[in-house]
Every structure is written in structure tokens, then in C-alpha cells.
């Protein structure tokens, strides 16, 4: 079983930042995919960012080029998503997601992803 632990989620004014981490524990692979869903009351769940083992950047939701970065640091397991230049309408639960799977399967679709941490909550207020 993999165990993946979200911090850093909380409340900003529009147009500042946040960072959140996912740390992974358990039987973790040399090889994986990580990374950001989010969910908004009455939408659903999208993908915000992903990254393969080895620091691939596979999948950056249009919605938050040039403002947020994901990255990793394999000697921690953890997967970060700084968040900058927030806006309101990034308010949501965040996710932490990960699998083992091939590269090719490392994109935003939810389905391929077999561990998902509790979420986190980011708010932005205007």
C-alpha cells in the first residue's frame, strides 16, 4: 500500500501564493507518476499538474501555466505544486495523486491513478 500525506493547503487573498506538498510512504517504485487534482463544489475533479520519477513534467492544466510549478524531490518522495498569483476561481480541494504505471499513462486522466491522498484545501478570497 502507498500512503501520500497533503500539506500546505489554507486561505490567501487573490494574487498571492501558497505551496503545497505531498509526501509518498509505503511500497513506492523507482518509477511513478504524482501529482495535483483539484475539485470545486459542483465541478469536477480535474488535473492541475503532474510529474513523472525523474522530473518530467507531463501535464500542466491550461488554466495555471506560468503560475504554477510542480516539482519533486525523490530523496523525500515528495511531489510540491507552487501556487502563485492565485485567483478566486482556483479555490478548491486539492489532491494528491500517484501511480506506477508507464510514462505514457502519466497524463490528466484520473482513471490511471490508483492512490489519492485526502486533500487539502486552498480558498481565495477576492
Known amino acids: 500500500q502507498v500512503h501520500l500525506m497533503e500539506s500546505g493547503g489554507g486561505s490567501v487573498q487573490a494574487g498571492g501564493s501558497l505551496r503545497l506538498s505531498c509526501a509518498a510512504s509505503g511500497n513506492t517504485y523507482s518509477s511513478y507518476c504524482m501529482g495535483w487534482f483539484r475539485q470545486a463544489p459542483g465541478k469536477e475533479r480535474e488535473a492541475v499538474g503532474l510529474i513523472y520519477s525523474g522530473g518530467d513534467v507531463t501535464y500542466v492544466a491550461d488554466s495555471v501555466k506560468g503560475r504554477f510549478t510542480i516539482s519533486q524531490d525523490n530523496s523525500k518522495s515528495t511531489v510540491y505544486l507552487q501556487m502563485n498569483s492565485l485567483k478566486p476561481e482556483d479555490a478548491a480541494m486539492y489532491y494528491c495523486?500517484?501511480?506506477?504505471?508507464?510514462?505514457?499513462?502519466?497524463?490528466?486522466?484520473?482513471?490511471?491513478?490508483?492512490?489519492w491522498g485526502q486533500g487539502t484545501q486552498v480558498t481565495v478570497h477576492s
Open positions: 495523486a500517484a501511480h506506477f504505471r508507464s510514462r505514457i499513462t502519466c497524463s490528466g486522466a484520473a482513471a490511471y491513478f490508483d492512490y
